[in-house]
Nanobody, 126 residues
Framework: QVQLEESGGGLVQAGGSLRLSCAAS????????MGWFRQAPGKEREFVAA????????RYADSIKGRFTISRDNAKNTVYLQMNSLKAEDTAVYYC???????????????????WGQGTQVTVSS
């Protein structure tokens, strides 16, 4: 079992920046692809970004491409989401997930991820 804990959320003004962190416990963190998802009020949870176990490959949702950057530091068992040029529509609870399939493809479906954190709230004010 892997435990994930998100942090770094908060209230920011539109156009501002925020960096989310997801700390993982477990010996096999470096073997998992990691993803960020978000869920806004009244909407389904949606894919944001993913990164391979090595950190060499990334994938982004079109809605955030060019503004957000996913990265990881396996030595620290942590994955990050750097969010720049934030918009009001980015307001959501952000979750990190771990995909232990160890395949060559970074997956976007929620069901592909085996472990989840509790989420961290990001609110972007106008």
């Amino acid at each position: 079992q892997v435990q994930l804990e998100e942090s770094g959320g908060g209230l920011v003004q539109a156009g501002g920046s925020l960096r989310l962190s997801c700390a993982a416990s477990g010996r096999t963190f470096s073997s998992y692809a990691m993803g960020w998802f978000r869920q806004a009020p009244g909407k389904e949870r949606e894919f944001v970004a993913a990164i391979s176990w090595s950190g060499s490959t990334t994938r982004y949702a079109d809605s955030i491409k060019g503004r957000f950057t996913i990265s990881r530091d396996n030595a620290k068992n942590t994955v990050y989401l750097q969010m720049n040029s934030l918009k009001a529509e980015d307001t959501a609870v952000y979750y990190c997930g771990a995909d232990r399939s160890r395949g060559a493809i970074l997956r976007t479906p929620i069901g592909a991820y085996d472990y989840w954190g509790q989420g961290t709230q990001v609110t972007v004010s106008s």
